[in-house]
Each structure stands twice: as structure tokens, then as C-alpha cells.
């Protein structure tokens, strides 16, 4: 959306907690197309989050099984 001072703030995506219903990673690609204007895609990846899940929980910080499971639940 675009703010009064004419500045366009844009929502780039959530990787490590999505919040809408596709639970995979979300970013964005922009390109540029000259005279201020732009073009805006979201795209989202595949990621084996059960691997993510193990690697943070064998890390062992505070914490790391409550991060574990968020990344699993979404």
C-alpha cells in the first residue's frame, strides 16, 4: 500500500512463520519498470520443515522446541 508521503510499503512474506493457510516460505520479486513504477510477485517454495524441526531442535538453545514446533504448526 502506498503511504501519504507516497512511499509504497510492501509485505514481503514470512519465512520461518507464515501465517496464511499455504504454510510453505513466501517472498517477493520486484522489477523495476521505470517511471517509479513496479511489478510485484509473491512466491512460495517447498522446504522439508520435519528436517528444519530436527536441526533446531538438536541445536539445543532456550527455547528451540517452542521455535520447533511453530515451524511445524505454521
Known amino acids: 500500500f502506498q503511504l ?3 512511499k509504497t510499503v510492501v509485505n514481503v ?3 520461518g512463520r507464515p501465517m496464511g493457510e499455504d ?8 522489477e523495476t519498470l521505470g517511471e517509479g513504477k513496479f511489478e510485484l510477485v509473491h ?3 517447498e522446504y522439508d520443515r ?3 524441526y530436527d536441526r533446531i531442535i538438536k541445536r539445543g538453545f532456550n527455547s528451540c522446541e517452542e521455535l ?3 515451524l511445524i504448526r505454521g
Do not use: I
Not at 23 to 30: D, E, G, Q, T
Open 50 to 52: 520435519e528436517e528444519a
Open 23 to 30: 504454510k510453505k516460505p513466501v517472498f517477493v520479486l520486484m
Open 68 to 70: 520447533a514446533k511453530m
Open 13 to 15: 512474506g514470512s519465512v
Open 4 to 6: 501519504d508521503s507516497g
Open 43 to 45: 512466491l512460495t517454495v
